[in-house]
Protein backbone atom coordinates (compact mmCIF):
# COMPACT_ATOMS: atom_id res chain seq x y z
CA UNK A 1 0.00 0.00 0.00
CA UNK A 2 1.13 3.24 -0.86
CA UNK A 3 1.59 6.02 2.07
CA UNK A 4 -1.22 8.12 -0.27
CA UNK A 5 -3.45 5.20 -0.30
CA UNK A 6 -2.68 4.68 3.37
CA UNK A 7 -3.57 8.41 4.20
CA UNK A 8 -6.93 8.02 2.23
CA UNK A 9 -7.91 4.98 3.90
CA UNK A 10 -6.58 6.63 7.34
CA UNK A 11 -9.37 9.53 6.62
CA UNK A 12 -11.65 7.17 5.11
CA UNK A 13 -11.62 5.61 9.45
CA UNK A 14 -11.65 8.92 10.79
CA UNK A 15 -14.75 10.18 8.62
CA UNK A 16 -16.65 6.97 9.53
CA UNK A 17 -15.78 7.54 13.49
CA UNK A 18 -16.77 11.16 12.94
CA UNK A 19 -20.50 10.39 11.31
CA UNK A 20 -21.54 7.50 13.29
CA UNK A 21 -20.90 9.66 16.92
CA UNK A 22 -22.61 12.74 15.88
CA UNK A 23 -25.39 11.02 13.40
CA UNK A 24 -26.28 8.06 14.61
CA UNK A 25 -24.87 7.50 18.59
CA UNK A 26 -25.36 9.50 21.03
CA UNK A 27 -28.28 11.18 22.88
CA UNK A 28 -28.38 14.24 24.12
CA UNK A 29 -28.02 14.47 28.15
CA UNK A 30 -30.01 17.30 28.13
CA UNK A 31 -32.85 16.60 31.09
CA UNK A 32 -36.10 15.41 29.45
CA UNK A 33 -37.91 17.60 31.91
CA UNK A 34 -36.79 21.04 31.34
CA UNK A 35 -35.09 22.86 34.66
CA UNK A 36 -32.12 25.69 35.14
CA UNK A 37 -29.36 22.90 35.86
CA UNK A 38 -26.73 23.06 33.71
CA UNK A 39 -25.42 19.53 33.34
CA UNK A 40 -22.47 17.59 31.78
CA UNK A 41 -21.39 13.85 31.04
CA UNK A 42 -18.67 12.21 29.43
CA UNK A 43 -18.55 9.03 27.20
CA UNK A 44 -15.84 6.37 26.53
CA UNK A 45 -16.20 5.17 23.07
CA UNK A 46 -14.40 2.58 20.78
CA UNK A 47 -14.79 2.84 17.05
CA UNK A 48 -13.25 -0.25 15.10
CA UNK A 49 -11.02 -0.37 17.76
CA UNK A 50 -9.91 3.34 18.18
CA UNK A 51 -10.27 4.84 21.52
CA UNK A 52 -12.64 8.33 21.18
CA UNK A 53 -13.24 10.69 24.64
CA UNK A 54 -17.02 12.69 24.25
CA UNK A 55 -17.84 15.68 26.30
CA UNK A 56 -21.19 16.91 26.50
CA UNK A 57 -22.70 19.94 28.17
CA UNK A 58 -26.17 21.60 28.68
CA UNK A 59 -26.73 25.56 29.24
CA UNK A 60 -29.95 26.90 29.82
CA UNK A 61 -29.86 30.12 28.46
CA UNK A 62 -33.44 31.31 30.04
CA UNK A 63 -36.81 32.00 28.71
CA UNK A 64 -37.20 28.56 27.83
CA UNK A 65 -33.89 28.22 25.80
CA UNK A 66 -31.26 26.00 25.48
CA UNK A 67 -27.46 24.92 24.06
CA UNK A 68 -26.35 21.89 24.08
CA UNK A 69 -23.03 21.55 23.03
CA UNK A 70 -20.94 18.49 22.56
CA UNK A 71 -16.78 18.07 21.79
CA UNK A 72 -15.18 14.71 20.29
CA UNK A 73 -11.74 13.53 20.27
CA UNK A 74 -9.34 11.18 18.57
CA UNK A 75 -5.94 10.97 17.48
CA UNK A 76 -7.01 11.61 14.39
CA UNK A 77 -8.92 14.73 14.95
CA UNK A 78 -11.84 16.66 16.68
CA UNK A 79 -15.34 17.48 16.39
CA UNK A 80 -17.86 19.93 17.48
CA UNK A 81 -21.19 19.92 17.58
CA UNK A 82 -24.02 22.96 18.92
CA UNK A 83 -27.65 23.28 19.12
CA UNK A 84 -29.89 25.93 20.26
CA UNK A 85 -33.85 24.87 20.97
CA UNK A 86 -36.60 26.21 22.89
CA UNK A 87 -39.30 24.20 24.76
CA UNK A 88 -42.64 26.37 24.87
CA UNK A 89 -45.15 26.93 26.94
CA UNK A 90 -47.13 24.16 25.89
CA UNK A 91 -43.87 21.71 26.40
CA UNK A 92 -43.20 21.68 22.76
CA UNK A 93 -39.92 21.49 21.76
CA UNK A 94 -38.76 23.78 18.71
CA UNK A 95 -35.41 23.51 17.56
CA UNK A 96 -33.64 26.77 16.34
CA UNK A 97 -29.89 27.07 15.03
CA UNK A 98 -27.52 23.52 14.68
CA UNK A 99 -24.00 23.98 13.90
CA UNK A 100 -21.39 21.04 13.22
CA UNK A 101 -17.49 21.27 12.88
CA UNK A 102 -15.41 19.03 11.86
CA UNK A 103 -11.48 18.78 11.53
CA UNK A 104 -10.02 15.66 10.75
CA UNK A 105 -6.22 15.18 9.37
CA UNK A 106 -5.85 18.89 8.56
CA UNK A 107 -9.44 18.12 6.59
CA UNK A 108 -11.88 20.98 7.46
CA UNK A 109 -15.99 20.53 7.26
CA UNK A 110 -18.91 22.68 8.87
CA UNK A 111 -22.68 22.72 8.08
CA UNK A 112 -25.53 24.79 9.67
CA UNK A 113 -29.32 24.51 9.89
CA UNK A 114 -31.74 27.11 10.96
CA UNK A 115 -35.73 27.44 11.34
CA UNK A 116 -37.73 30.07 10.81
CA UNK A 117 -40.67 28.90 12.83
CA UNK A 118 -43.21 32.27 11.55
CA UNK A 119 -42.36 31.53 7.74
CA UNK A 120 -42.22 27.45 8.74
CA UNK A 121 -38.90 27.05 6.75
CA UNK A 122 -35.11 25.29 7.38
CA UNK A 123 -32.26 26.63 6.08
CA UNK A 124 -29.81 24.39 5.36
CA UNK A 125 -26.06 25.57 5.10
CA UNK A 126 -22.64 23.73 3.64
CA UNK A 127 -20.23 25.46 2.13
CA UNK A 128 -21.29 28.09 -0.03
CA UNK A 129 -24.97 26.49 -0.82
CA UNK A 130 -28.41 27.25 0.63
CA UNK A 131 -31.47 25.09 1.06
CA UNK A 132 -34.40 26.47 1.89
CA UNK A 133 -37.58 23.77 2.74
CA UNK A 134 -40.98 24.04 4.11
CA UNK A 135 -41.31 22.36 7.38
CA UNK A 136 -44.59 21.45 8.95
CA UNK A 137 -45.50 21.27 13.08
CA UNK A 138 -43.49 19.06 15.19
CA UNK A 139 -40.85 18.85 12.70
CA UNK A 140 -37.34 18.29 15.01
CA UNK A 141 -33.45 17.81 14.16
CA UNK A 142 -31.28 15.47 14.20
CA UNK A 143 -30.46 16.50 17.94
CA UNK A 144 -33.55 17.57 19.21
CA UNK A 145 -35.94 13.79 18.20
CA UNK A 146 -33.70 12.31 21.24
CA UNK A 147 -34.40 15.04 23.43
CA UNK A 148 -37.82 14.04 22.58
CA UNK A 149 -37.59 10.54 22.35
CA UNK A 150 -36.33 11.03 26.32
CA UNK A 151 -39.66 13.04 27.69
CA UNK A 152 -41.64 9.80 25.31
CA UNK A 153 -40.17 7.49 27.60
CA UNK A 154 -40.91 9.20 30.76
CA UNK A 155 -44.47 10.31 29.83
CA UNK A 156 -44.88 6.29 28.51
CA UNK A 157 -45.92 8.15 24.78
CA UNK A 158 -45.94 5.60 22.04
CA UNK A 159 -45.37 5.00 19.58
CA UNK A 160 -41.70 6.48 19.32
CA UNK A 161 -41.82 7.67 15.88
CA UNK A 162 -40.60 11.05 14.62
CA UNK A 163 -40.48 13.30 11.35
CA UNK A 164 -37.28 15.08 11.55
CA UNK A 165 -35.75 17.23 9.29
CA UNK A 166 -31.39 16.19 8.53
CA UNK A 167 -29.18 18.12 6.19
CA UNK A 168 -32.58 20.53 4.49
CA UNK A 169 -34.45 16.59 4.02
CA UNK A 170 -37.87 15.16 5.98
CA UNK A 171 -36.63 11.85 7.27
CA UNK A 172 -39.05 9.53 9.43
CA UNK A 173 -37.35 8.26 12.36
CA UNK A 174 -38.62 5.10 14.54
CA UNK A 175 -37.79 3.24 17.69
CA UNK A 176 -38.92 0.13 19.53
CA UNK A 177 -38.58 -0.68 23.09
CA UNK A 178 -36.82 -3.94 23.29
CA UNK A 179 -37.39 -4.18 27.24
CA UNK A 180 -35.67 -3.95 30.87
CA UNK A 181 -32.24 -4.53 32.25
CA UNK A 182 -30.01 -3.81 34.84
CA UNK A 183 -26.35 -2.89 33.38
CA UNK A 184 -22.93 -2.30 34.94
CA UNK A 185 -21.65 0.81 34.25
CA UNK A 186 -18.42 3.15 35.86
CA UNK A 187 -21.14 5.07 37.42
CA UNK A 188 -22.44 1.57 39.15
CA UNK A 189 -25.58 -0.65 38.37
CA UNK A 190 -28.39 1.16 36.67
CA UNK A 191 -31.92 -0.16 35.41
CA UNK A 192 -32.17 0.89 31.81
CA UNK A 193 -34.47 0.70 29.15
CA UNK A 194 -33.46 -0.88 26.10
CA UNK A 195 -34.61 0.18 22.69
CA UNK A 196 -33.81 -0.43 19.19
CA UNK A 197 -34.02 2.10 15.84
CA UNK A 198 -35.77 0.45 13.10
CA UNK A 199 -34.13 0.13 9.96
CA UNK A 200 -34.93 -1.58 7.02
CA UNK A 201 -33.60 -5.33 6.69
CA UNK A 202 -31.24 -4.77 3.62
CA UNK A 203 -29.68 -1.73 5.62
CA UNK A 204 -27.92 -4.10 7.57
CA UNK A 205 -27.35 -1.58 10.66
CA UNK A 206 -28.19 -2.42 14.35
CA UNK A 207 -28.15 0.24 16.63
CA UNK A 208 -29.53 -0.29 20.34
CA UNK A 209 -29.52 2.14 23.21
CA UNK A 210 -29.45 1.43 27.24
CA UNK A 211 -31.15 4.76 28.97
CA UNK A 212 -30.93 4.80 32.69
CA UNK A 213 -34.25 5.16 34.17
CA UNK A 214 -33.40 6.69 37.18
CA UNK A 215 -31.80 9.09 35.66
CA UNK A 216 -34.61 10.75 33.18
CA UNK A 217 -33.66 8.12 30.88
CA UNK A 218 -30.10 9.30 30.47
CA UNK A 219 -28.26 7.62 27.71
CA UNK A 220 -25.55 5.33 29.45
CA UNK A 221 -24.57 2.67 26.59
CA UNK A 222 -24.95 1.79 23.33
CA UNK A 223 -23.60 -0.35 20.11
CA UNK A 224 -23.80 0.16 16.80
CA UNK A 225 -23.35 -2.53 13.87
CA UNK A 226 -22.62 -1.07 10.73
CA UNK A 227 -22.42 -3.79 8.08
CA UNK A 228 -19.95 -5.79 10.37
CA UNK A 229 -18.21 -2.81 11.88
CA UNK A 230 -19.49 -2.73 15.65
CA UNK A 231 -18.93 0.25 17.80
CA UNK A 232 -19.72 0.94 21.70
CA UNK A 233 -20.11 3.30 23.92
CA UNK A 234 -19.98 4.18 27.77
CA UNK A 235 -21.07 6.56 30.12
CA UNK A 236 -17.94 7.27 32.33
CA UNK A 237 -18.88 10.39 34.23
CA UNK A 238 -21.87 12.64 35.15
CA UNK A 239 -22.34 15.95 37.01
Known sequence: MTNSQWSRDKYSFAA???RWIFT?????????VASSLDYSASYRATYNGLEIEAEYKLQDLGNGFYK????????FGKIKEATEFKITNEGVIHPH???????IMGVS????????????????EKKDSTVVSTIEPGVLDIVTHQVQIRRDLMNGTRPLSYRVMKRGKLKTYDYEII???VINTDLGALKTTKIRRVTNADKKRDTVVWLAKDWD???????H????????LNISKGI
Open 109 to 124: KSERQSFDWKQMTVNY
Open 225 to 232: DDNGEKNT
Open 68 to 75: EASHAKSV
Open 97 to 103: HYSYKRS
Open 217 to 223: YLIVKLT
Open 16 to 18: GMS
Open 179 to 181: GEE
Open 24 to 32: RALFLLIPA
